[in-house]
């Protein structure tokens, strides 16, 4: 059985048992009260009847009469005419009365004149009033006896006993029952149909789920939630965070998420945006990691519940990809180079053939000259010369660079200055000639310090250049073009060096921006 069966039946079950204890009680007060009225009307009617001055003479007469009335004149007598009377009156079952010796003056049955009762009179005679139910020669009745006093006063001489039928007391029962019957069963239709009510809304509420399906749900969601290296944030449809994984919050910097709205979290409004929006599948900079956002809508049937994001820390592999795009890059360099490398020793080879040594000297001496700078890096800048030609951008590397050692790590080099060389052929590529691209690489101890310049628009904006921004941006914006410079930066700074604009141009000038990378220069060559 279902539970939400199981809660239904236990809860109308709960209300029949309810109802059944209330009808009960008023039953047994219905029925309290119906002999209590009883009693009351019985001892009423015997006192009015033992208070008349005719039942006091004529009981007091019979009472000093040392015989036994005769029961033939009884039977015409003042008192069985007013008791009859009376008795008829108030519909009751009997009004007997009693001399001092508990002989019938009055009796509904003419037969049982002049007899003894067949109940006690002792308490009547004592000068007590007695209200009982009691059986007689008349059957069961809710009775009462008075004392009967004489006109002069003294002691009681006799007594009026006033009886009801047990069938007319409870004359009014059955209307009382049915009432109370009807109440039954309208609380009882009631509470089923609020139950069951509450049935539906439960099962509305849980879209069906039961709370043993919940638990297993629960623990279902939590071991896998929690075991993947994904964050997962989910959010209501008012915006409210519903779910937020360990590794969700890692990722946001943010702690107690969960029953929060998204906007009073303070993550930036870039992350606000793709957590409330479509996301950010191709990556967005939180911190110094880059987070892949991927949102999906949660939805039953046509019914929409909010919205679930997947937070993916991408840091690592956008790291990867930059370092082998810039590995490609170099080989690409490294073969130009070996074509013009080879090109330029059949030219000196080509003079020496010719006799014309001076030339050759000169042209290897024109060689040995030029800016020192590390090999790899050489076939780099050289591709890259090839990539601005392209574009109409003449690519050179400063007169004052010098690098009298071996890049280490060249693959963060290589990124760092491909990103800012990207930007600055793009800057340049879009603005008035002369459109020229200048590098300077310099050696700082362990570090190498780049600087690139280049004759664009400049930057207009320093901090939104290094903002976090998503990779699909305008291409039109230069520098800081998706997250160029944002990730070069970090690169950088995970070092321990850092990228920076040393001059953001305008004017007519160019934009000048400089990264320092410690760690990365082997040694000193000889």
Excluded at 88 to 94: A, P
Excluded at 133 to 155: C, I, M, N
Aim: charge should be negative; glycine fraction near 10%.
């Amino acid at each position: 059985m279902r539970f939400a069966t199981r809660m239904l039946v236990v809860q109308v079950a709960t209300q029949v048992v309810v109802v059944a204890v209330c009808t009960a009680v008023f039953a047994w007060l219905g029925v309290q009260q119906l002999k209590a009225e009883a009693d009351s009307s019985a001892l009423n009617i015997a006192r009015s009847v033992a208070e008349s001055p005719e039942v006091r003479d004529l009981v007091t007469a019979y009472s000093a009469d040392p015989g036994t009335p005769d029961a033939a004149r009884l039977r015409d007598g003042i008192l069985q005419h007013y008791a009859a009377d009376v008795t008829s009156r108030t519909e009751g079952l009997f009004v007997v009365i009693t001399d001092d010796h508990g002989i019938r003056l009055a009796h509904p049955d003419p037969d049982r004149l002049g007899e003894v009762v067949s109940t006690s009179f002792a308490d009547a005679l004592a000068g007590r009033e007695v209200v009982t139910w009691e059986t007689g020669t008349l059957g069961e009745s809710a009775r009462a006896k008075v004392p009967v006093y004489p006109p002069s006063g003294g002691d009681p001489v006799g007594e009026v006993s006033v009886g009801f039928e047990r069938a007319s007391v409870f004359d009014d029962l059955p209307a009382l029952l049915g009432g109370i019957a009807l109440a039954v069963v309208l609380a009882v239709a009631i509470g089923a149909g609020v139950a069951l009510l509450m049935r539906r809304r439960l099962e509305r509420l849980t879209l069906g789920v039961q709370p043993e399906e919940l638990v297993a749900l629960v623990q279902t969601q939590t071991a896998v939630l929690e075991s993947a290296d994904e964050g997962v944030v989910a959010l209501d449809d008012t915006g409210v965070v519903r779910v937020c994984t360990a590794a969700a919050e890692r990722l946001l910097g943010i702690t107690d998420a969960v029953g929060r709205p998204v906007h009073e979290l303070g993550l930036a409004p870039s992350v606000v945006a793709a957590l409330s929006g479509p996301g950010a599948p191709t990556g967005l900079p939180l911190g110094d990691r880059v987070v892949l956002i991927d949102v999906r809508p949660v939805r039953r049937g046509a019914r929409t519940f909010g919205r679930v994001a997947t937070l993916r820390d991408r840091t690592d592999v956008v790291a990867l990809s930059g370092r082998l795009d810039s590995v490609r890059a170099m080989g690409d360099a490294l073969r130009v180079q070996r074509h013009e490398n080879a090109n330029r020793l059949h030219a000196a080879v080509g003079l020496l053939d010719a006799g014309r040594t001076a030339e050759a000297r000169a042209f290897l001496a024109d060689l040995v000259d030029r800016g020192s700078v590390d090999a790899m890096l050489q076939s780099f800048l050289g591709a890259k010369a090839l990539a601005a030609r392209e574009r109409g951008v003449a690519l050179r590397v400063s007169d004052d660079t010098f690098l009298s050692g071996t890049v280490d790590d060249v693959e963060d080099v290589v990124a760092v200055l491909g990103n800012l060389v990207d930007n600055a052929i793009t800057a340049a590529a879009s603005a008035p000639a002369p459109r020229e691209v200048e590098i300077a690489v310099l050696g700082d101890g362990d570090a190498v310090v780049l600087t690139v310049s280049d004759t664009g628009g400049g930057i207009s904006d320093v901090d939104a250049a290094f903002a976090p921004r998503e990779r699909g941006d305008d291409p039109a914006a230069v520098h800081g073009l998706g997250i160029g410079l944002p990730l070069s930066r970090e690169f950088a700074r995970r070092r321990g060096g850092d990228v920076w604009v040393v001059d953001p141009g305008g004017d007519g000038g160019g934009a000048v921006v400089a990264a320092r990378l410690p760690g990365v220069l082997q040694g000193e060559s000889e």
